[in-house]
């Protein structure tokens, strides 16, 4: 086993990715990412005595290149003795039926198909090529869509039955292991334009930090990440034992004692309004919740919009989230 394979297996271990007797659906796109996770599994899987697998979508949306793609994969895992699973998707046709982009589209029937393996075939984890680069894009790809600070937590390593063992690894290292198994991969070459938000980052704003920045960012990236996942579980936890402990709060029947809000930070305050907010499937944006939370100090009687025909009412010492029956009310 070499450095990099040693250092795979050591956070399959670290994080329990992986436990004896799963079965691992690998997702293998052909690029070098998905690649290096095909040759680092199939070199450590003696020793993690799990079963293998692996499954490649056909998106049949660059013609002959897509279709070199499947060639590849199929005969890499045929080297590999490995299982290998393929579906063909017209995914434009299925785009303009779902209304959604192609991006969209074919990420969803990805997800799809590897849950239909799972139930098919008794997969229990599925892996992806996701590695550092992916999650420095993700965290700035989030900050520009206006997330909080805990959701800053980028790319999880786990997530249900989804495992990224790549996250501690840069391109860098991956395109060496490669090179060192003498492996090929396959470009995609639409990856390399601007017009999409996330190639715009990937491709433009990435390489101008890297220029001066040259080995900080990524692993800055990964290590506020790291901590941002842990904030946010946390804060999970400490709320809903704040929660627990205060049945003047009661997030179910959207009735909140303004006492015990008034005992808390302004931040556990929005937490908890975020919370009440999400169960009711309303907008949580910071607006919202400034409003909401601005109530606290104002007269009874009076109301804020919470969005989607809800307001909330402080009455009777406590914050009532209650129908108005006014639609147009969506701020
Ligand atoms: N055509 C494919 N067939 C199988 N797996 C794929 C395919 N395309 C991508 N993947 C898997 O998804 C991983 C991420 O790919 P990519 O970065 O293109 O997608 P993404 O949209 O950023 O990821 P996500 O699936 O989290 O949305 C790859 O490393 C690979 O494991």
Redesign the pocket.
């Known amino acids: 086993m070499n450095r990099t394979e040693k250092k795979f297996l050591e956070n399959i271990r670290r994080q329990q990715l992986v436990s004896h007797g799963d079965a691992v659906l690998l997702?293998?796109?052909g690029?070098p990412?998905?690649m290096a996770?095909l040759h680092l599994f199939a070199a450590v899987v003696p020793v993690l005595r799990c079963r293998l697998g692996v499954?490649?979508?056909n998106?049949t949306l660059r013609g002959e290149e897509s279709d070199g793609d499947e060639a590849f994969v199929r005969d890499a895992c045929a080297e590999l003795g490995l299982e290998c699973h393929v579906r063909r998707f017209d995914t434009t046709a299925v785009s303009a039926a779902w209304k959604k982009s192609t991006?969209e589209t074919a990420?969803l029937l990805?997800y799809e198909f590897f849950d239909e393996l799972c139930r098919e075939s008794a997969f229990t984890r599925i892996a992806?090529?996701?590695h550092s680069g992916?999650n420095a894009e993700t965290v700035l790809f989030n900050l520009f869509r206006g997330a909080a600070a805990s959701g800053l937590h980028g790319i999880r390593s786990k997530h249900g039955k989804i495992i990224r063992p790549l996250l501690p690894f840069t391109r860098r290292e991956i395109v060496a292991y490669l090179e060192e198994k003498g492996s090929g991969w396959r470009v995609d070459y639409t990856n390399e334009g601007v017009e999409h938000d996330r190639n715009f980052i990937r491709n433009r704003v990435i390489p101008v930090i890297e220029e001066r920045f040259a080995l900080k960012f990524t692993p800055s990236m990964q290590r506020i990440s790291e901590q941002a996942g842990e904030l946010e579980a946390f804060i999970e936890q400490h709320i809903s034992r704040l929660l627990k402990a205060n049945p003047g709060l009661d997030l179910a029947a959207g009735k909140l004692h303004v006492g015990a809000m008034r005992q808390l930070s302004i931040f556990e305050q929005k937490e908890i309004l975020k919370r009440a907010l999400k169960l009711r499937g309303l907008p949580v944006d910071s607006q919202a919740l400034g409003r909401i939370a601005g109530l606290l100090d104002r007269q009874a009687g009076r109301s804020v919009p919470a969005g989607a025909g809800v307001e909330v009412v402080k009455q009777d010492g406590f914050l009532r989230f209650r129908q108005t029956g006014d639609p147009s009310n969506h701020r």
């Open positions: 997702a293998v796109s690029g990412d998905s996770l499954a490649h979508c998106f991006e990420r990805r992806t090529g996701h992916d």
